[in-house]
């Protein structure tokens, strides 16, 4: 099912800039090439004034050289052309999906939750976790939302880890998929607790 998204353009780092004032967006895609380095004027900028929005770096095939830049200026992802559409939709929603747990909101069901049974796919993904924290933890959540009604349930994990370094435990679907069952290294409590366990 393709995805779909409202996206502002800006033509420049300075148009950029302006326009997150009343934007206020969700995510940054940036696009930069040898001569403009626009992207990473647009990373000092948000560093600079503490402005957490994640921004994801596209770059031409021959750019992979600036990544780690890129990723010290704070870039969460870095894609270089050609880009299949799968793989940036991909990325946009694994990186929404963080945004949520980040801020300890419950974010919008799935279609492939409403489209799964739900008994298979938790089985599915207890068996592919990656993430020590979250060893058979996946389960089926819903809620009591009063006068007899639920609601829907998905797929949830309550991450003891987060819960351990003041972090919001409660993550869904797209976050356990892609950062539990995917990279658990792009969970920041994860990270905590490999500087703080180097041995492990």
Sequence with gaps: MAVRHEVNVASNARGAIRSLINDKPQIILAGTDAKKMDAYELLRHLQQEQINTPTIVVSPASGGKYQSVAMKLGAVAF???????????????????????????????????????????????????????????????SFILGGGQKSKPRIALKCSLRQQYSQPPN????????????NPTSCSAHQRFNEEHPER
């Design 79 to 141: 894609l270089e052309y050609p880009i299949e559409e799968e793989t940036l939709n991909e990325t946009v929603t694994r990186i929404l999906a963080n945004g949520f747990a980040q801020k300890g909101k419950q974010p919008p069901i799935t279609q492939e939750e409403l489209d799964s049974n739900l008994t298979e796919l938790e089985a599915k993904l207890n068996r592919h976790m990656k993430c020590f924290a979250g060893k058979n933890q996946v389960y089926i959540n």
């Design 171 to 182: 993550v869904y679907y797209e976050y356990v998929r892609d950062v539990c069952c995917g």
